[in-house]
């Protein structure tokens, strides 16, 4: 029986076929073993993240950075300042999303604001 026929019978491409008795005359029956990596090393060591997670939980300095709430896009500014990493805004979402911060945010409050009065202004639910 040629390998074509053979893959038919396992349902398979003749080409994976191939790689498998490859695998197995080169290792025996442990070759047929999938042998998945982690991926990639992480670019930013877990000391760089918990300082980054510190910088997205303070928030930016208003005189300092010229933002009064993080964006993506000024976090990988910071980050390629910081840490010397460049990294695609949408990463820096995911990087985020990983670090345990959603994408929403609470609405940034002017400078002059006065408690008093949005406390006044705000409205009461009635008591039941």
Same mark, same amino acid.
Request: positive net charge.
């Given at each position: 029986?040629?390998?074509?026929?053979?893959?038919?019978?396992?349902?398979?491409?003749?080409?994976?076929?191939?790689?498998?008795?490859?695998?197995?005359?080169?290792?025996?029956? +442990?070759?047929?073993?999938?042998?998945? $990596?982690?991926?990639? $090393?992480?670019?930013?060591?877990?000391?760089?993240?918990?300082?980054?997670? %510190?910088?997205?939980?303070?928030?930016?300095?208003?005189?300092?950075?010229?933002?009064?709430?993080?964006?993506?896009?000024?976090? =990988?500014?910071?980050?390629?300042?910081?840490?010397?990493?460049?990294?695609? @805004?949408?990463?820096?979402?995911?990087?985020?999303? %990983?670090?345990?911060?959603? +994408? $929403?945010?609470?609405?940034?409050? +002017? @400078?002059?604001?006065?408690?008093?009065?949005?406390?006044?202004? =705000?409205? $009461?639910?009635?008591?039941?």
């Amino acid at each position: 029986m040629d390998r074509g026929e053979a893959a038919k019978i396992g349902g398979m491409d003749r080409q994976t076929l191939r790689d498998w008795v490859h695998r197995f005359n080169a290792k025996g029956p +442990h070759g047929l073993i999938d042998n998945w $990596t982690n991926g990639p $090393t992480p670019r930013l060591s877990p000391e760089q993240l918990d300082e980054l997670a %510190k910088i997205a939980e303070t928030g930016p300095d208003r005189k300092v950075d010229g933002v009064v709430r993080w964006r993506r896009i000024d976090l =990988k500014g910071v980050i390629a300042e910081r840490f010397g990493v460049d990294y695609h @805004p949408r990463y820096v979402g995911k990087l985020l999303k %990983k670090l345990g911060f959603s +994408h $929403t945010s609470a609405r940034p409050r +002017h @400078p002059a604001q006065d408690e008093r009065i949005v406390a006044a202004f =705000k409205k $009461t639910s009635r008591a039941r």
